[in-house]
């Protein structure tokens, strides 16, 4: 339909990616849908430079360093992994305690007036 509309093969995939699908799938379903395939290049599928997990095995355990970490969720796209157990208990005590002296009551837009202000309804004591 969309490309019936007029919309552009990428336009349309970049629609396809914006709303979850993931990338070779959205590209897999134009290709079939609009025999496109070789219009559409793959885009880069890692930023340079940036560390990644090898989840190429599906190991629901990966080794980071000094200690196994689980991995409790991966997207491809967007590019998720959310890992339990990555900082010890004592490592995030540490990074509350750093922070400490840095927190502060949550603020919202202040009512009838300009800036923000603490709201009682917040409960982040």
């Known amino acids: 339909e969309q490309d019936q509309a007029g919309h552009a093969a990428d ?14 799938v959205a590209r897999e379903a134009l290709a079939r849908t609009l025999g496109q395939a070789a219009t559409l290049a793959p885009a880069v599928q890692a930023t340079p ?7 190429s095995r599906f190991a629901p355990v990966v ?11 991966a997207l491809r796209q ?3 992994v959310v890992f339990a157990d990555l900082l010890s208990e004592a490592e995030c005590d540490g990074i509350v305690t750093l922070a400490s002296t840095r927190l502060a009551r949550s603020e919202t837009v202040a009512t009838g007036a ?10 982040s004591d």
């Open 78 to 80: 967007p590019r998720v």
């Open 11 to 24: 336009s349309i995939l970049a629609a396809m990616i914006g709303s979850g699908w993931d990338e070779v």
């Open 63 to 73: 080794m980071a360093g000094d200690r196994a970490v689980k991995v409790v969720m």
């Open 49 to 55: 430079g940036l560390p990644e997990p090898d989840l």
């Open 114 to 123: 300009e800036g923000s202000e603490v709201n009682a309804a917040r409960t």
